[in-house]
């Protein structure tokens, strides 16, 4: 089961934090509905490609990736969404496109979007689209040791 792989990540470095189930959802503001957490409150991974190399963007459910903001925080030229065929490897005991925000468990260089700091606590899908974690953003931070830029922008702001 994915969620125990997360739990026992979080219980052996004394992580306080809370599993919500809800029903089967695919996107974030759906899952945030379902799970009654506004939708800037989830934090949704985001599989890219940097110069060709898999990395997690991670960045709030209400908000889209800007490239040309990630391409500048990452100092990458060529940045890309990575095709689920190059990452579902990567993730075999979790739902595809429910891996968690973790790229450290996964060798994966992560990277944070600077509004996810602004609330206390995220949450996250838990390698499943029916259950999702929530902690504090300093433990989140503390673990995956991402690194935090400014590349995610608001849906509701674009036209």
């Given at each position: 089961m994915p969620l125990?792989?997360?739990k026992n990540y979080l219980d052996d470095n004394g992580v306080d934090y809370e599993v919500i189930r809800h029903e089967q959802t695919y996107t974030a503001q759906r899952t945030a509905a379902a799970a009654h957490i506004p939708g800037k409150e989830i934090a949704k991974t985001v599989m890219i490609k940097l110069d060709g190399k898999i990395a997690m963007a991670v960045l709030p459910g209400s908000a889209r990736v800007d490239f040309d903001m990630l391409k500048k925080a990452t100092g990458s030229k060529k940045v890309?969404?990575?095709?689920?065929?190059?990452?579902?490897?990567?993730f075999p005991e979790c739902e595809t496109g429910?891996?968690?925000?973790?790229?450290?468990?996964y060798d994966l260089d992560t990277f944070?979007?600077?509004?996810?700091?602004?609330?206390?606590e995220i949450a996250?899908?838990?390698g499943t689209h029916t259950?999702?974690?929530r902690m504090s953003y300093a433990d989140f931070e503390r673990?995956?040791?991402?690194?935090?830029?400014?590349?995610?922008?608001?849906?509701?702001?674009v036209v």
């Open positions: 125990n792989k997360l890309e969404l990575a095709d689920e065929t190059e990452f579902e490897e990567l429910a891996m968690p925000p973790f790229g450290n468990l944070v979007a600077q509004t996810l700091r602004e609330d206390d996250f899908n838990a259950e999702l974690v673990l995956v040791k991402p690194t935090v830029g400014r590349f995610a922008e608001d849906v509701a702001q």
